[in-house]
């Protein structure tokens, strides 16, 4: 099993970012996917969340109206769409699928920074 996350970096205030999570070793398409975020020195935190058809998506409030999340089962993948970005956004962002009740997946994580 293998989540692999990639499009991190470094953005302006404001900037967009979108963060992929590539999946394989499992059946993608049946698993609930989620990203999360851990800042320096706090705890981890759910950012996002679809279910396995795609059609339900849950964010936390801080991100509301500017993250969007997106799956594609056919190429087993995950987005993390993210706009406005703003300074407290900046942590590692984790890919996370999960199978009750038994399967937890976790990906290696992504930096995110957000700074001028």
């Known amino acids: 099993v293998q989540l692999v996350e990639s499009g991190g970096g470094l953005v302006q205030p404001g900037g967009s970012l979108r963060l992929s999570c590539a999946a394989s070793g499992f059946t993608f398409s049946r698993y609930v996917m989620r990203w999360y975020r851990q800042a320096p020195g706090k705890e981890r935190e759910l950012v996002a969340r679809i279910t396995s058809g795609g059609r339900s998506t849950n964010f936390a409030d801080s991100v509301k109206g500017r993250f969007t999340i997106s799956r594609d089962n056919a190429k087993n993948t995950v987005f993390l769409q993210m706009n406005s970005q703003k300074p407290e956004d900046t942590a590692v962002y984790y890919c996370?699928?999960?199978?009750?009740?038994?399967?937890?997946?976790w990906g290696q994580g992504t930096q995110v920074t957000v700074s001028s």
């Open positions: 996370n699928a999960q199978r009750l009740p038994y399967d937890d997946f």
